[in-house]
């Protein structure tokens, strides 16, 4: 087990029920049995707080962390393409997360394609809020 994946992990603050929310979406990975609810309020198009819980394995965890702190204060629009840029670097496009979203740099490493659906599961589930 990778430290770093633990570290990001543990910095959980937007692990928490969003009771006044005002989207939500659920997914759960068929082949893990990972699951993540993601809630988030979102006003004028931007994404303004964000809550998730779940039980989850520790890669998704940790991208679940990332992507929370990364989507507060950013537009939905910028948040569908950052969920779109996760699934294009599984995809093959090793460089466009340290690109355009460094701070993702730590989780996404090739090293963890093999956790790539562990990993995707937050992003999946927060573009089925921002899409719609």
């Known amino acids: 087990m990778d430290l770093e994946i633990l570290q990001i992990a543990s910095k959980n603050n937007n692990q928490k029920f969003l009771e006044n929310h005002t989207h939500n979406s659920r997914l759960k990975n068929s082949l893990c049995g990972d699951e993540i609810q993601i809630k988030v309020i979102i006003k004028k198009d931007k994404i303004v707080d964000f809550g998730?819980?779940?039980?989850?394995?520790?890669?998704?965890?940790?991208?679940?962390?990332?992507?929370?702190?990364?989507?507060?204060?950013?537009?939905?629009?910028?948040?569908d393409e950052i969920c779109d840029d996760a699934r294009s670097y599984f995809e093959g496009d090793f460089e466009i997360i340290n690109r355009k979203w460094k701070d993702l740099g730590k989780l996404f490493k090739k090293k963890n394609i093999s956790r790539k659906e562990c990993i995707l599961l937050p992003f999946e589930t927060l573009k089925k809020i921002v899409s719609d």
């Open 52 to 79: 998730y819980q779940g039980k989850c394995c520790v890669y998704c965890q940790a991208s679940a962390s990332l992507l929370s702190k990364i989507s507060i204060n950013k537009n939905k629009l910028k948040v």
